[in-house]
C-alpha cells in the first residue's frame, strides 16, 4: 500500500514559480513510478510528467516543469516555472508500480490533490 500525500499548492501571479511535493509512505518508493496530473474546472483529469527510469512531460509543460524524486526522503517533487494562468488546476501525485503513462486508470494510487491557481 502507498500513501500520498501533496503540499506546495498556492495563488502566483503569471510568470512566478512554485515546487509541489509529494510525500509517499511504503519501503519501496524508490521503485515505483511517480506522476503528477492536474485537473482544472469542468475539464478531464491530464498527464502533467511521471518520471521512474526516465521523465516524461505533456508538451504543455515540457521546458516551464521538471519532474523529480528524491528516494531517502520518499518524495517526488514538481518544479514549475514560469507559470500561465492556465496552468490553474488542482495538481494531484499518482504511483504505481511500473506504468509512466498518460491514462489514468493505470495508476493505483492518488493523492487528495493541492490547488494551484495563477493569476494574470
Known amino acids: 500500500q502507498v500513501q500520498l500525500v501533496e503540499s506546495g499548492g498556492g495563488l502566483v501571479q503569471a510568470g ?3 515546487r509541489l511535493s509529494c510525500a509517499a509512505s511504503g519501503r519501496t518508493f524508490s521503485s515505483y513510478a511517480m ?6 474546472p469542468g475539464k478531464e483529469r491530464e498527464f502533467v510528467a511521471s518520471i521512474r527510469w526516465s521523465t ?3 508538451s504543455s509543460v515540457k521546458g516551464r516543469f521538471t519532474i523529480s524524486k528524491d528516494d531517502t526522503k520518499n518524495t517526488v517533487y514538481l518544479q514549475m516555472n514560469s507559470l500561465k494562468p492556465e496552468d490553474t488546476a488542482v495538481y494531484y ?12 486508470k493505470e495508476y493505483d494510487y492518488w493523492g487528495q490533490g493541492t490547488q494551484v491557481t495563477v493569476s494574470s
Do not use: P
Open 56 to 58: 516524461s512531460y505533456a
Open 16 to 18: 512566478d514559480s512554485l
Open 93 to 104: 501525485c499518482a504511483a504505481d508500480r511500473y506504468y509512466t503513462g498518460i491514462n489514468t
Open 35 to 40: 506522476a503528477w496530473f492536474r485537473q482544472a
